[in-house]
Nanobody
């Protein structure tokens, strides 16, 4: 049974930083992709960043490039999303997702497994 558990959300002032973690268990694919999505109230779920199983390939939403970094040390470690220079428009529930493939897809429907989400609130 695959489980994805996010942690690290919270309330931060604009310009501040947060680091989200996603601990994955039960993934049996030889190769897979981990991603972060976010969903603000009244909006669709939005792709934020993705990396491959080893963390050496990454892909970002344009608006977070240079501010956010997705990383993992190896396949047995959590996936992190380091978020710097946060803006009020980054406020959302952030979800970790996984799919068994090589393609770093930005489409939510391509992902098979999801965490429960963690709230990030950025005050102005």
């Amino acid at each position: 049974q695959v489980q994805l558990v996010e942690s690290g959300g919270g309330l931060v002032q604009a310009g501040g930083s947060l680091r989200l973690s996603c601990a994955a268990s039960g993934l049996t694919f030889s190769t897979y992709v981990m991603a972060w999505f976010r969903q603000a109230p009244g909006k669709e779920r939005e792709f934020v960043a993705a990396c491959n199983w080893s963390g050496d390939r990454t892909y970002y939403l344009d608006s977070v490039k240079g501010r956010f970094t997705i990383s993992r040390d190896n396949a047995n470690k959590p996936v992190y999303l380091q978020m710097n220079t946060l803006k009020p428009e980054d406020t959302a529930v952030y979800y970790c997702a996984a799919r068994g493939d090589l393609y770093l897809s930005p489409r939510a429907y391509d992902y098979d497994y999801w965490g429960q989400g963690t709230q990030v609130t950025v005050s102005s």
